[in-house]
């Protein structure tokens, strides 16, 4: 009785936390003119990857 009390109560009250946490927002996307998402922004590309490979690996391939 016990572990049934409990498997409710934990159910309902994640049932409830959840519920909350997906209320709607009043977000309008921006768009253009003609209609489309506008992109516009700053688009930041930087990368941690190596655009050249370390001399120690050679000519190895994996």
Do not use: C, H
């Amino acid at each position: 009785m016990k572990i049934s009390l409990f498997l409710v109560g934990s159910t309902l009250i994640t049932w409830v936390s959840l519920s909350f946490a997906q209320t709607a927002e009043d977000y309008v996307v921006p768009r253009t003119e003609w209609g489309q998402p506008d992109l516009q922004g700053v688009w930041n590309f930087n990368s941690s990857t190596p655009m050249q490979r370390p001399e120690r690996f050679g000519a190895r391939e994996f």
